[in-house]
């Protein structure tokens, strides 16, 4: 073999060695760049989560879920319901004689009542006091949650008193005896005042009443399904 010859398979050998470096390199920077990529698409898929802050010490019960037991509800209820309500103050004129042009007839036949008796309490009245033909009414809230000269409470004061007041086992809801109707936990009275006081931090006898009426849907007094609907149950 000629000098020239070696010199050529020399210099081809040189370069196929270039050539596999280069080519392993390549690989190399490739695969490691695919297996960064592989973990990058990795973490940005990995999946969020919507965590809710622990409430503090300063949260209200209005911005936390509570939970209402029924019992404790009807607790409430029955201290506040009554047997007796005044409803439309102009309906007490009715002769009650089926009159066909009748404007106190109600659709279904019945009248428009002036005031309503029932045999267990069954009303929360959002009257503060009501006069119709000669009777008048004073509803237990306004008088042993506020008292005398009292305008406004807060709520403590609100849960107090209200927890004093004598409990009745009223129509509607479970049913509760008054020897274990003693309020021991104040957290459904407390959600309670948060709902009259409708973010307010005292209650007055006219928010109240106010607040009594837009609950009850616009009737005169807040019957059981009404006041367990306010509390969420």
Known sequence: MTPSSIRILFFVGFVCAQ?????????????????CTAVSTSQSRRPTYNVLPLSSSATTSTESIVSVDPKEAVKLFGRLAEKYIMLDETAGMCCYSACSDCEYRLPDGGYRMADQSAARPKWIPSYVRRTVNGKDHTTRWSSELFGEG????????????????TYAPPLG????AASGAAVEDPTTAELLFDILADGKEKLTKARMSMRLKQL???EEGMTWPKFQAALGL
């Open 19 to 35: 050539v596999t470096a280069f080519s392993t390199s390549l690989s190399t920077s490739f695969d490691a760049k695919t297996s």
């Open 150 to 165: 009292v305008t406004a409470i807060d709520q403590t004061t609100f849960c107090d008193k209200l927890v004093q007041m």
């Open 173 to 176: 809801g479970p049913y509760l």
């Open 216 to 218: 009850a849907g616009g």
